[in-house]
T-cell receptor
Framework: DAGVTQSPTHLIKTRGQQVTLRCSPI?????VSWYQQVLGQGPQFIFQ???????GRGNFPDRFSARQFPNYSSELNVNALLLGDSALYLC????????????FGPGTRLTVT | QQQVKQSPQSLIVQKGGISIINCAYE??????FPWYQQFPGKGPALLIA?????SEKKEGRFTISFNKSAKQFSLHIMDSQPGDSATYFC??????????FGQGTRLTINP
């Protein structure tokens, strides 16, 4: 079975631009979570979605938004990019009710210049 | 109260030795404690996990020890190998909600 897939792999954007990152969960998993990992730190929770509904939101500004589609794939959007948004954005796939078992994709490396 | 504190920040172990990484938490509502292994340029991979109703879980060379009263848990890697060189993260969650990660430990196994 395929694992979590994310696209694109790398992305370079300029301050003030907008970016959309994409994620496809493991087949059968209905929940997707997004995390931001700044170099040298642990991942920080951004959003969790289940059955297209937002289930949790981390301490990130409103410039960050996400959605989940009927096929359980998800998009993370970041508007008005800042230099500090440069990070590895990770998508995690899980089954609700299987407490905590989240499986991560390879991530999208976003560089803001 | 949502923090998970991890130590050490970096660790160097000789091949064949035991690597030990420690984590502490404050929120007693946490009920799932996984460890992730991350190689450079890759996403974190779930290594092993424990729930608070057991004090130890072993999978191959990897063991989690859990001390509920002290609110601490640790990862032991027995017979450490150069291929184990990676960054390790502990984490905690309440049910199937968000994972709260530690700061990470960069492990280097010298051949």
């Amino acid at each position: 079975d395929a694992g979590v897939t994310q696209s694109p792999t790398h992305l370079i954007k300029t301050r003030g631009q907008q970016v959309t990152l994409r994620c496809s969960p493991i087949s059968g998993h209905k929940s997707v979570s997004w995390y931001q990992q700044v170099l040298g730190q642990g991942p920080q929770f951004i959003f969790q979605y289940y059955e297209k509904e937002e289930r949790g939101r981390g301490n990130f500004p409103d410039r960050f938004s996400a959605r989940q589609f009927p096929n359980y794939s998800s998009e993370l959007n970041v508007n008005a990019l800042l230099l500090g948004d440069s990070a590895l954005y990770l998508c995690a796939s899980s089954q609700i009710g299987y407490a905590g078992e989240q499986y991560f994709g390879p991530g999208t490396r976003l560089t803001v210049t | 109260q949502q923090q998970v504190k991890q130590s050490p920040q970096s660790l160097i172990v000789q091949k064949g030795g035991i690597s030990i990484i420690n984590c502490a938490y404050e929120n007693t509502a946490f009920d799932y404690f996984p460890w992730y292994q991350q190689f450079p340029g890759k996403g974190p991979a779930l290594l092993i996990a424990i729930r608070p109703d057991v004090s130890e879980k072993k999978e191959g060379r990897f063991t989690i020890s859990f001390n509920k009263s002290a609110k601490q848990f640790s990862l032991h890697i027995m017979d450490s190998q150069p291929g184990d060189s990676a960054t390790y993260f502990c984490a905690a969650s309440i049910g199937d909600q968000k994972l709260v990660f530690g700061q990470g430990t960069r492990l280097t196994i010298n051949p």
